[in-house]
């Protein structure tokens, strides 16, 4: 059955863009939370002014315990058994979106679409609801690895 | 600003490709061949050495010299199997809800002293053994009356989000059921299998357990066993299951 409410639901699943992450859980390092701006949907300056390293953003994106973007998207990355076919592929994303904005989707896609699946990598941790203890305060991801991954993204054309 | 024509078409594929307003469909549809057909075989089944155990137990004679088989039949034969798929129910007097589980540990204090804490392995076993009595029987929650309330309550925590990972229950198993992620594919999260067999764990779940490893896998602190909450959320998706046979033990990723 159809009814107006899951015609609703299901527009909105179209501009769901998604993540999610595993099981095996390693908290990043306590650090100072670092505020960023959105303009014009975008974050165009790096988290606490960091510099990003791709080669280091690509086994965060591929590590199951880090971003896990595997988990939902497919990357192309050699030897990877199985993608998740939540989100969308990345590949090409770099030639597709810019930098600030590919930032933004990574640090709190939510500012873009409130329904989205994906978490935020970088989301404020007072808006996280009942976070497990050891995560209380806490980012997903620390800024630098962030910055790592958002290095890893646009070099792919 | 898009075409109507292109506006249909993007309607037309958000129906098509999301089983939202589907209706409800078993895990077992989503689990691999092979675990369907270890959940099919009597002697590959993990789950049912939870249910020869639970029947051990339903068997042994407490201190007081009585047994649950006392009542209702070795195997169990005098439940009213109807009834056993209603399960959670919700008692009127004294306004809780009653797993299946609570039920078994409330007729259990009758013949002991030392009733089991909830989600005992023990009393797994003994919840798994009888409701594998009903299996095949159709889940069959009641939905209205007081309960219609709850199940609002039970909804609400379903589209909540948790954890740092900040996905409701909703995210995965209302939008995205049939997708993959990494290797496994998405369930609706029904709840007709439980307790199951959990491949991930090597171990018995049982829909509260099941709830909690589900919440820490969101790096969530997880609701408090026998709290509101997991009663209200567990009563909640037992009810979205409502018409699906009972398949306890389930196996299940």
């Given amino acids: 059955m159809i009814n107006k409410k899951c015609l609703l639901s299901s527009l909105l699943i179209l501009f769901i863009n998604n993540s999610i992450a595993d099981t095996n859980i390693i908290s990043p390092a306590e650090e100072n939370y670092c505020q960023w701006e959105v303009t014009d949907y975008a974050i165009d300056k790096p988290l606490c002014g960091y510099n990003g390293n791709a080669e280091r953003g690509k086994a965060i994106a591929s590590d199951g315990s880090k971003g896990n973007c595997l988990a939902c998207h497919q990357l192309p990355i050699d030897g990877i058994e199985a993608y998740g076919t939540i989100g969308p592929p990345l590949s090409g994303i770099g030639s597709r979106q810019t930098e600030g904005f590919i930032r933004l989707r990574v640090v709190d896609t939510r500012n873009i679409n409130p329904m989205s699946i994906m978490p935020g990598f970088y989301r404020d941790p007072k808006l996280i609801n009942r976070p497990g203890k050891p995560y209380i305060g806490r980012t997903f991801l620390t800024a630098q690895q962030v910055e790592d991954v958002i290095a890893y993204l646009v070099t792919l054309k | ?253």
């Fill in chain 2, 1 to 253: 600003m898009m075409s109507n024509y292109k506006l249909h078409i993007t309607i037309l594929l958000a129906i098509l490709t999301t089983d939202i307003c589907a209706e409800p469909v078993s895990g077992y549809e989503y689990i691999k061949p092979e675990t369907q057909v270890m959940q099919d075989d009597d002697f590959a089944n993990p789950g049912l050495l939870s249910v020869d155990r639970g029947e051990e137990l339903f068997n042994k004679k407490y201190e007081k010299g009585k047994a649950c088989a006392d009542c209702h039949g070795a195997e169990g034969d005098k439940f009213n199997i109807k009834r056993l798929a209603r399960y959670p129910m919700y008692k009127n007097r004294t306004e809780e809800i009653i797993t299946l589980q609570k039920r078994i540990k409330n007729c259990q204090s009758t013949i002991t002293d030392k009733p089991l804490q909830t989600d005992h392995p023990d009393l797994i076993a003994l919840e798994t053994f009888v409701r594998n009595r009903a299996h095949g029987e159709k889940v069959n929650v009641k939905t209205d009356g007081p309960v219609a309330e709850l199940l609002k309550e039970g909804e609400k925590l379903f589209t909540t989000r948790y954890g740092l990972i900040d996905m409701s229950c909703q995210h995965c198993h209302g939008f995205y059921p049939g997708q993959m992620i990494r290797g496994q594919k998405i369930s609706q999260g029904q709840a007709n299998g439980f307790p199951a067999y959990r491949l991930a764990t090597g171990e018995m779940a049982n829909l509260h357990l099941r709830i909690q490893q589900c919440m820490t896998l969101l790096r969530a602190e997880p609701f408090e066993t026998d709290s509101k909450e997991i009663n209200l959320l567990g009563l909640y998706l037992m009810s979205r299951s409502n018409g699906l046979a009972i398949e306890t033990p389930a196996v299940r990723y």
